[in-house]
């Protein structure tokens, strides 16, 4: 990944800790999200699969820069 | 818990409580499905779906959430794919609209057996159609790997492709990227399959990619491309259908994301240092023991089902073998991995070093 060999340790720190953030206050507050995200409506349902392309991107960005500061990136 | 799914058989759907230990567990089902998928090149549902019922989520949770998991990662992938050229959209597009009729046909058909039977009823069909799907898929990458053929290194599609491309059934469709004339019904077929497979198990590129090649004489390269492509909208579809249900666990997507995520960069960049065959090898082991493992688990969901009857003793065996099988699979999978890397790296570096002795 061309964009994330550029990357470097400060934008690798700032993608883990959002991630980090993300997952906290979600496991945080999971009673209340999941009382509107299982309310059975197209709103909640796209709120849902919102929620899950933010935590894939920003948890993926960060993983991704990880490894090519390490020197593994991938094609992924 | 406001919006739980609450079926017709008088069970309500509870999602499992997440322990350290479950979460751990699950991270972990996600570092072994990434892994592989990264290796493969394939969802890896395979192992984290079975894996999650073995852990205790009902199936029909266990696959939606799933099929969330693998739309948000093709969602983030999706911009790198379409760079790479290997999708013909045409050929997609014609795909998408009977791919989406088969997601819609597996929701309502799995809905409507966890109404009706409950969780094991919905887990013994799951279940089954895991055990036929995998253990074909596993003996089919067997006979590939063993094929005079291939060993003499030709990679040559069956005639089947051939033959079907000359049966003119009207319409007949050009598709350029693939370089392929096929009848419409053929790319309706296989829409269709793709589709009821990803919304059934939370994968359709099991019967999707081999079928493009096999079937519709796509190159391997395309055929990979376009299901990427499909796997956007059967993900989306699907979850988006089974989250209109409460269905959906996202606790479970996140821990999944948690491993996978990682496993995935690192199996990916296994790709390098192995050939084709063994990667083929490591596919049809895991593939193989994942299957065993959902065909143990059928007697436990048929004595609760009240359709056979076994002693209690004897469907906890039956039970434990099913999680061992199926986490021995992924670990034996895992460190086949590790041992062709070994192996890649000791060979890398003794090559080194001769040339360095011999200028």
Not at chain 1, 49 to 69: K, R
Not at chain 2, 92 to 120: D, P
Not at chain 2, 335 to 359: E, G, L, N, W
């Amino acid at each position: 990944m061309s964009k994330a060999s550029k990357s470097g340790p400060l934008e690798t720190i700032i993608y883990m800790v959002l991630s980090v953030c993300a997952y906290l206050l979600i496991f945080f507050n999971i009673e209340q999200l999941n009382q509107f995200f299982l309310s059975k409506a197209v709103i909640p349902a796209l709120c849902l699969l919102g929620t899950v392309i933010g935590i894939a991107f920003l948890y993926g960005t960060a993983i991704s820069h990880t490894l090519s500061v390490l020197g593994l990136e991938s094609d992924h | 818990m406001a919006g739980e799914a609450v079926n017709l058989v008088g069970e309500v759907m509870r999602f499992i409580d997440i322990t350290p230990k479950t979460a751990f567990s699950i991270a972990g089902l996600g570092f072994l499905g990434g892994m592989l998928s990264g290796f493969i090149g394939s969802g890896g549902a395979f192992i984290m779906t079975p894996g999650m019922m073995a852990l205790g989520v009902p199936g029909i949770a266990a696959v939606s959430s799933n099929l969330a998991h693998k739309f948000g990662k093709a969602m983030v992938g999706a911009r790198k794919h379409s760079k790479m050229g290997n999708v013909d959209t045409r050929l997609g597009i014609f795909m998408v609209a009977f791919l989406l009729i088969g997601v819609k046909l597996a929701v309502f058909l799995n809905e409507y057996i966890f109404n009706t039977l409950g969780k094991s009823g919905s887990n013994l069909y799951i279940s089954l159609v895991f055990v036929v799907l995998l253990s074909g898929l596993s003996i089919f990458i067997l006979r590939d790997i063993f094929k005079p053929d291939h060993k003499n290194g030709s990679v040559k599609p069956t005639g089947l492709a051939e033959k079907l491309t000359k049966i003119n059934i009207p319409p007949m469709i050009n598709f350029k990227v693939a370089n392929v004339r096929v009848s419409l019904w053929f790319v309706a077929i296989i829409g269709l399959a793709t589709g009821w497979l990803a919304g059934t198990v939370g994968v359709g590129g099991f019967i999707g990619v081999p079928a493009m090649i096999y079937v519709l004489g796509i190159p391997t390269m395309v055929a990979a491309g376009t299901e990427l492509f499909l796997a956007i909208f059967s993900g989306a579809f699907g979850a988006f259908n089974y989250a209109l249900n409460g269905f959906v666990d996202i606790r479970l997507v996140l821990l999944l994301y948690l491993g996978s995520l990682l496993g995935l960069h690192i199996g990916a960049n296994a790709t390098k240092m192995v050939t084709e065959l063994q990667i083929k090898f490591v596919m049809a082991v895991v593939i193989g023991m994942s299957a065993v493992s959902r065909a143990f688990a059928i007697p436990k969901y048929l004595v609760d089902l009240q359709m056979a009857n076994f002693s209690e003793g004897v469907a906890r065996v039956l039970d434990l073998a099913a999680t061992v099988t199926l986490y021995g699979g992924a670990i034996i999978g895992v460190m086949m991995i590790v041992r062709y890397i070994i192996r890649f790296k000791q060979d890398h570096k003794a090559d080194t070093q001769c040339s360095v002795k011999v200028p």
